[in-house]
């Protein structure tokens, strides 16, 4: 179980528990969360917390009502191959460095134990993944003993068999990281892609400028706006979905041909030749309040027509409450060049006309587009959409600054979240500024704070995550 743990994951968790669920089909869903502050004299209510959001409910024809436990405290070192050459296995653990690791996963088993009676979750069995061994649990005093030295498991038939099917293993989060995001500055044409870096963030000032400096309904500019994002992720979608047909299922693979005989370009230069340097710079500058950050990840969760209502949803909100908000006034906005538009098979009269958007202006457009982004609707997003945003935001930020650049970060940290990457949500919201969001928390940093998951990833098995 540990070779499957850390070849889901594609790391070697540090001070992690791992609830690897299990079901009639077979092994379910895997949940990473960080060990909790050693001292607390009880558990119960951080493990309740993360059980209540395994996908193991009773309403599912197949629920994953069993679990192995898996506590990792510092392994990475061990996997050192030279070092584990050079120490033979043994189980000489008179002088064992796991003590204190082990002394406090063994205090967490008896309130591990209630909780899973609570929830009628089965427990398989519970493995500590020392620095030096593996540690299993032996009933019915539930104790730890030491089964086996840590580096025998990358010598196990599983881990060696997922190893030749093409998986990998990384030391660290922070050295899977490395490898999984793929790199937005490769290209087969040097020239090309710094030609289109340069003139992407000239002409994206050029169109920030505009914005300020002109008299410009917020409203007709912003819903302009999310029109030429609607038609950039769905260019954007033809290339993710070019790729997955070829067999590559990981952004990383996105920059090497999955079979000897294809000819791959890189997939930043597909995406550079989907965007144009106009439409990039458009779409750098449409990214200037944290607003306009998030109708665009509802609009890749959901559709154009939906955005569009829970857009009007706020216009009409600011104006009941008397708030300074979306100017309507019949200003024309911003907009890209005509070649532009035409490529979209758009022109300035179809960003300039009302689009017929679902529902009355209620209310319901902006609760429903709060629900989604909290992660509190059941209805999965629209995961090749997702992908789509994510790939053209990695492009856009080398040519990004300041405060679209941040907010580039936050739609990539909110779309990796949304699909239950949250350690990867943490680690892209780390690099954005404070201070291009108003220095105060967003949605996102307090749904990460809270360790809250998406309801979608519990009510049902997700596919194409």
């Not at 990473?32 to 996908?55: C, H, K, M, T």
């Not at 779309?415 to 680690?427: E, P, V």
Request: charged residues 20%; negative net charge; hydrophobic residues 40%.
């Amino acid at each position: 179980m540990v070779a499957v743990c850390v070849h889901t994951l594609g790391f070697w968790p540090r001070n992690s528990l791992v609830l690897l669920t299990v079901g009639s089909p077979g092994v379910g869903p895997l949940l990473r969360i960080d060990l909790p502050v050693a001292g607390g004299d009880d558990y119960g209510e951080y493990f309740d917390f993360f059980l209540s959001q395994l996908p193991q409910s009773a309403t599912n024809a197949d629920p994953n009502n069993r679990l192995f436990a898996v506590f990792f405290g510092s392994t990475a070192d061990e996997m050192d191959k030279e070092r584990e050459l050079a120490a033979p296995y043994s189980l000489d653990y008179a002088e064992c460095s796991d003590n204190n690791f082990i002394d406090q996963v063994q205090a967490l088993i008896p309130s591990l134990h209630r909780c899973l009676v609570n929830h009628s979750i089965d427990l398989i069995d519970v493995i500590a993944v020392g620095h030096r061994f593996l540690w299993a649990l032996h009933p019915p005093e539930l104790t730890l003993l030491p089964a086996t030295p840590t580096a025998s498991v990358v010598d196990s038939p599983i881990y060696r068999e997922m190893f030749e099917q093409g998986s990998d293993v990384a030391r660290s989060h922070e050295e899977f990281l490395e490898k999984y995001l793929w790199d937005p500055m490769e290209t087969a044409d040097v020239v090309r892609r710094d030609s289109w870096l340069a003139h992407t963030e000239f002409a994206a000032l050029g169109y920030l400028t505009q914005k300020a400096e002109s008299d410009v309904g917020e409203y007709h500019q912003i819903r302009a706006e999310l029109m030429m994002w609607d038609a950039a992720l769905q260019r954007g979608v033809e290339v993710v979905l070019g790729y997955r047909s070829l067999g590559v299922d990981s952004p990383k693979d996105l920059a090497r041909p999955p079979h000897r005989d294809v000819v791959s370009p890189a997939p930043a230069d597909l995406i550079r030749t989907v965007l144009n340097q106009d439409v990039g710079a458009y779409l750098i500058a449409s990214l200037n309040s944290t607003a306009t950050v998030q109708l665009v990840i509802y609009l890749a969760c959901t559709g154009l027509q939906e955005a569009l209502a829970a857009l009007e949803n706020i216009s009409c909100r600011l104006e009941e409450t008397a708030t300074v908000g979306l100017d309507k006034s019949q200003t024309t906005p911003v907009l890209p060049q005509k070649s532009s538009l035409n490529r979209y098979g758009l022109d300035r009269k179809s960003l300039l006309n009302p689009v017929e958007t679902k529902g009355p202006a209620d209310g319901a457009a902006i609760a429903s587009m709060a629900s989604k982004l909290c992660g509190h609707d059941t209805q999965s997003p629209n995961w090749d959409r997702l992908a789509a945003l994510c790939a053209i935001a990695t492009i856009l930020e080398e040519a990004a600054h300041h405060k679209p650049e941040s907010l580039l970060k936050l739609a990539q940290a909110w779309a990796h979240w949304l699909q239950g990457k949250s350690t990867l949500a943490d680690y892209l919201l780390r690099a954005v500024e404070p201070v291009h969001h108003g220095n105060e928390p967003t949605v996102l940093h307090r749904v990460l704070d809270a360790g809250v998951l998406p309801a979608w990833l519990s009510a049902r098995p997700q596919p194409n995550i």
